[in-house]
């Protein structure tokens, strides 16, 4: 998602209302005592935040008590006391979030993917190996390696309480496609997957998703694109915890001086991505300039 400009002196604004809010958290207050307190109309501030964050100070809130209740769980409370430590004022009240924030529900997130089953396959492709973990929503786990056990211990230790099961002929469809898009048979990798993210992750992870095949961004270009110029580093960051390699191309994403960068999979494995792209784009072109 692409917000607007602001200028520097509401992006200050905005700056003083996220410390506001992450000051009297877990407690939130509504947009008219918002307003009152920074000296601003409810809807110019509804419209100055979101632009600046591309989520509202309501949902910013949210994301804070998110946050809180997921680093409960981690240290061990239970769900309940986590539910209202965090600021909720009732269990449904975080449920209604769960489903998209956590992708499965608050006590299989602190279990590890307990009560899930998961299906993967891993195999060699043109770059390594490619291990491809779904669930019944979609693809939780795309990783890329130089050999199938590193690949497997890793998913095992992320959903160690998940019944994992090797499908190699269930996972074939989803195997196929993305082996297809390495091969430049597939133009695109548009495939549902079941992931958490945060707001700012999902924002970022947008971003990459509009990057044309065989062109680049470079982490700068990404925070500016999102309306945060001076969040490089934390665009960097989200790339780097992309759990879904390619379909979400964060190989796309390079320094401002034209280096790779850093990546999860490997920094010569992005590089050979990228080469690949870039013939397919040339490959693409040509075919389309002969038809003219």
């Known amino acids: 998602m692409n917000c607007g400009e602001v200028s520097q002196s509401q992006a200050q604004l905005v700056t003083r209302i996220c410390a506001y809010l992450r000051e009297i958290h877990p407690q939130a207050e509504g947009l008219a005592a918002l307003g009152a307190r920074?000296?601003?109309s409810p809807y110019h501030l509804q419209r100055?935040?979101?632009?600046?964050?591309g989520i509202s100070p309501r949902q910013y809130a949210a994301e804070l008590r998110l946050k809180e209740f997921k680093t409960q769980l981690r240290g061990g409370q239970r769900v309940t006391k986590a539910i209202y430590g965090a600021g909720y004022s009732s269990s449904s009240r975080l449920y209604e979030m769960s489903d998209q924030k956590l992708g499965m529900t608050p006590s299989t997130y602190k279990k590890l993917g307990a009560g899930m089953t998961i299906f993967y396959?891993?195999?060699?492709?043109?770059?390594?190996?490619l291990l491809v973990a779904v669930t019944e929503r979609g693809i939780c786990k795309l990783s890329l390696g130089d050999a199938p056990e590193p690949l497997i211990a890793d998913l095992d230790a992320e959903f160690s309480r998940a019944e994992r099961i090797l499908d190699d002929d269930g996972v074939?469809?989803?195997?196929?496609?993305?082996?297809a898009f390495l091969e430049g048979w597939q133009p695109d990798l548009d495939l549902p997957l079941d992931i958490r993210a945060t707001a700012f992750q999902l924002r970022v992870w947008g971003e990459l998703q509009a990057i044309p095949v065989g062109e680049t961004r470079s982490y700068s270009e990404i925070a500016s694109a999102i309306s945060q110029p001076s969040a490089a580093r934390a665009v960097a960051n989200a790339c780097a915890k992309n759990p879904v390699a390619l379909v979400i191309p964060c190989h796309r994403v390079i320094r401002l001086d034209k280096s790779l960068g850093g990546y999860r999979w490997g920094v010569e494995r992005k590089r050979a991505i990228l080469e690949r792209e870039r013939v397919y784009q040339r490959q693409d072109r040509s075919a389309a300039e002969s038809d003219r």
């Open 38 to 40: 920074f000296h601003i």
């Open 48 to 53: 100055t935040f979101k632009r600046a964050t």
């Open 121 to 129: 396959s891993a195999v060699p492709c043109v770059i390594g190996y």
């Open 172 to 179: 074939g469809y989803w195997v196929e496609r993305i082996i």
